[in-house]
């Protein structure tokens, strides 16, 4: 998986609760992306970074914030989890000159918000 | 919204077979990628074509892009039951200011011995 981890790799939550997902790379790539993947709708982009503390929203960003401190790791935090959440959420990175490079995914994290 | 819609949803054949996927897009691109995902596991990335190229090969992988008709198609020669997967279609869109990739929701392939 192109040195990517993501943890945790499963979750169960109550609704209402924050909760962080992790994203670590050891590529030392500039790009690094968070999608979710539900059935009937393949992935959408949640937010992305495209260096320390640059990010951007993506098509479903709402409810979603990222940070990313240093280049190995990105952060994904729901602040207030809600049901709509529940999801198969992966964490890509790319290391080409521009964010619609070839990406490389993670092995993702399955999210329960009950 | 999908820029990119696959086409068809799931497609089962044979061992020995060639399987072919289309994929139809809204906006001009600057480039279309395609990636696997096997069950329960993340993307991998296939093959990308450039907006200026017509064909690409990759060993049993033939994906053709046509601008005109804003479609591509993913070949697959002489399937294997390993191949058996979702594939996915991702476009570097104009709509997007050619920033993000969006995906579209796969081709379910699914390959008997």
């Known amino acids: 998986d192109a040195g990517i981890t993501q943890s945790p790799r499963h979750k169960v939550t109550e609704t209402g609760t924050p909760v962080t997902l992790r994203c670590h790379q050891t590529?030392?790539?500039?790009?690094m992306y968070w999608y979710r993947q539900d059935p009937g709708h393949g992935l959408r982009l949640i937010h992305y970074?495209?260096?320390?503390?640059?990010?951007d929203k993506g098509e479903v960003s709402d409810g979603y914030s990222v940070s990313r401190s240093k280049t190995e790791d990105f952060l994904l935090t729901l602040e207030s989890a809600t049901s709509s959440q529940t999801s198969v959420y992966f964490c890509?990175?790319?290391?080409?000159?521009?964010?619609?490079?070839?990406?490389?995914f993670g092995p993702g994290t399955r999210l329960t918000v009950l | 919204s999908q820029q990119g819609e696959e086409d068809p949803q799931a497609l089962s054949i044979q061992e020995g077979e060639n399987a072919t996927m289309n994929c139809s897009y809204k906006?001009?691109?600057?480039?279309l990628q395609w990636y696997r995902q096997n069950s329960g596991r993340g993307l991998v990335h296939l093959i990308l074509?450039?907006?200026?190229?017509r064909e690409k090969h990759s060993g049993r992988l033939r994906v053709t892009l046509d601008t005109s008709k804003k479609s591509s198609s993913l070949l697959i020669t002489a399937s294997r039951a390993a191949d058996t997967a979702s594939y996915f279609c991702?476009?570097?869109?104009?709509?997007?200011?050619?920033?993000?990739?969006?995906f579209g929701t796969g081709t379910r392939l699914l390959v008997s011995p």
């Open positions: 890509a990175i790319s290391g080409g000159g521009a964010s619609t490079d070839t990406q490389y």
């Open positions: 590529e030392n790539h500039r790009y």
């Open positions: 970074s495209y260096g320390v503390k640059d990010t």
């Open positions: 906006t001009s691109i600057n480039n």
């Open positions: 074509i450039r907006s200026n190229e």
């Open positions: 991702a476009t570097a869109a104009r709509d997007t200011g050619f920033q993000k990739l969006v």
